[in-house]
């Protein structure tokens, strides 16, 4: 097998045809002394590409690997991948490493994949960041193309050990941007009506006239916006994830001008907290292992302008989180109510007035062809549904957030039919169930 590298090496090396060939690998003696010197010539690497490939390694290539700001990848990757991972203070080993795990086409270095990786560029790109790459990217394609044509790097062997991100593929992707920005509008985007009276631009002109244009969060139709707007303000602490004032605020653990708008434990509260939390431990690069990573949640949610009113609710229960699940009545071969719920509601009841209202979250199972539909059409089709009451009387959820109310907080239930019309003032009133 060296044989046959020596001999195609041979074969580009100036002064060779493709006919020739060394006396050793021939078997036959040189003709004359001649003949020796131009072999041993021949079978030396040139000097100037070896001394070009490596001099544009360290001018260019090294720096990368220095610098103190991350890579152009960042803009992709908010962990765990970064291009400094690839680069080695060996050029031998760098090439060796990226030739072995196919970032490096000898053949056609234009077509290099890792040319390609750092090529890729978000729809939304910096000006800062567009330079960076540019800047790598010519780096790494002077750097290749003169790698390709050094004997020396070419007869390098790899040592098995590929340079690169240590942590699974599953966790890479979980740090892409485009994964985060889809979370955050499974968790807090879809929730955001809630918040758009005070903090909405095209709803909120008494607020910013009080308070100033800062007032002003929410970006209309852009949720990558908004995410950018709440983390340059401070809305989210990364370092103390549970003090953030997104989640501080509205449930008036701090001074909030919007009143309470949640409380700990709620749908509303858990989807920002899970979205805050994992975005934290995401971007400090804590998740190492598959198994580490947060289960997916199996139902996707809206918020809709459907209102429900429960009234009789016992004064017992002022200020206790009630909860209320919506079952579908279904006919057909096995008729019966749904065995998945099809909206959802909490609130703390008003002991006070015996009632509890509520705007309704319409929901479906991620997957599935209802999960597509909900998202145009916020609104639930009429017909008959049981109305599942739950009420935190023990106040677990202050406890422990993530608790899921269930048969110990199940204090009954009522049927309900509804043509389910949007809008405060045309809510869909039923009795509390009694005793």
Not at 401 to 415: D, N, P, S, W
Request: contains cysteine; hydrophobic residues 35%.
């Amino acid at each position: 097998m060296r044989h046959l590298i020596v001999l195609m090496l041979l074969a580009v090396l100036p002064g060779a045809t493709s006919c020739s060939k060394p006396a050793s690998v021939a078997g036959e003696k040189p003709s004359n002394e001649n003949d020796v010197t131009q072999a041993s010539d021949a079978a030396k690497p040139d000097a100037k590409s070896t001394g070009a490939a490596l001099a544009v390694f360290n001018q260019r290539i090294l720096p990368i690997m220095q610098a103190k700001n991350p890579s152009s990848c960042a803009e992709c990757h908010l962990s765990g991948v970064d291009l400094k991972q690839y680069i080695h203070e060996s050029q031998e080993k760098t090439f060796a490493s990226m030739r072995d795990a196919g970032l490096i086409d000898v053949k056609n270095p234009d077509a290099s994949k890792i040319l390609k990786f750092i090529g890729r560029a978000p729809k939304k790109s910096t000006i800062v960041s567009a330079k960076v790459r540019k800047q790598e990217l010519e780096a790494f394609r002077a750097w290749i193309h003169a790698a390709v044509k050094d004997p020396t790097l070419a007869m390098t062997q790899g040592d098995g050990k590929l340079l690169g991100p240590t942590i699974p593929d599953e966790v890479i992707r979980h740090a892409r941007t485009d994964r985060v920005l889809a979370s955050f509008i499974d968790n807090v985007w879809t929730e955001i009506g809630r918040c758009a009276a005070c903090h909405s631009p095209d709803r909120n002109q008494k607020q910013v006239a009080k308070h100033g244009e800062e007032v002003s969060w929410i970006t209309l139709g852009d949720p990558q916006a908004t995410l950018d707007y709440m983390l340059e303000a401070d809305l989210i602490d990364t370092d103390k994830p549970e003090k953030s004032l997104i989640l501080m605020k509205p449930t008036l653990q701090l001074k909030h001008g919007g009143g309470q708008k949640m409380v700990i434990g709620d749908r509303t509260y858990k989807q920002f907290r899970r979205f805050i939390e994992d975005y934290t431990a995401t971007i400090a690069g804590k998740y190492k292992s598959a198994d580490e990573l947060p289960k997916t949640n199996n139902e996707v949610s809206v918020t809709s302008e459907i209102w429900m009113k429960l009234t009789g609710v016992p004064a017992e229960y002022d200020k206790m989180l009630l909860q209320v699940d919506l079952y579908r009545w279904q006919d057909g071969d096995d008729p019966g109510w749904s065995k998945t719920r099809w909206a959802t509601a909490d609130r703390p009841a008003f002991g006070k007035g015996k009632l509890w209202q509520q705007s309704l979250t319409i929901c479906a199972t991620r997957g599935t062809r209802r999960a597509e539909q909900i998202a145009g059409a916020k609104r639930l089709p009429p017909g008959r549904y049981l109305a599942k009451i739950y009420i935190d009387r023990e106040g677990q959820l202050k406890d422990d957030y993530r608790y899921v109310l269930g048969e110990a907080e199940f204090v009954g239930q009522v049927e309900i039919t509804s043509r389910w019309p949007g809008g405060y003032g045309r809510m869909t009133v039923a009795k509390f169930p009694q005793p």
